[in-house]
């Protein structure tokens, strides 16, 4: 099964930005919609924004307009810019695909933070 690899998190102020990778080993990267989910203190796993093959995105409201999912087939990459970061986005960053078929990686840490 295709292994998932995020990376690109850390330590940022408010307002700052960040830009998350996640690679995915096998073929499987190329068909399939991916997304980004996080999973804050305390809280469930949510999703973040998803993009489709085709390069078609949707996000959460919380995000819309500050952050931006993006994918290179070719290099079986999925990324997300986030921009203007505020405290309540500190959180864990996964990908997967949108229904959560793949196993989960190990994940990145965003912390939002003066």
């Known amino acids: 099964q295709a292994q998932l690899v995020e990376s690109g998190g850390g330590l940022v102020q408010p307002g700052g930005s960040l830009r998350l990778s996640c690679t995915a080993s096998?073929?499987?990267?190329?068909?399939?919609?991916m997304a980004w989910f996080r999973r804050a203190p305390g809280q469930q796993r949510a999703l973040v924004a998803d993009?489709?093959?085709?390069?078609?995105?949707n996000y959460a409201d919380s995000v819309k307009g500050r952050f931006t999912i993006s994918r290179d087939n070719a290099e079986n990459t999925v990324y997300l810019q986030m921009n203007s970061l505020k405290p309540e986005d500190t959180a864990v960053y996964y990908c997967?695909?949108?229904?959560?078929?793949?196993?989960w990686g190990q994940g990145t840490q965003v912390t939002v933070s003066s």
């Open positions: 997967n695909t949108p229904m959560s078929l793949l196993s």
């Open positions: 096998g073929h499987i990267f190329s068909i399939n919609n």
């Open positions: 993009i489709t093959s085709g390069g078609s995105t």
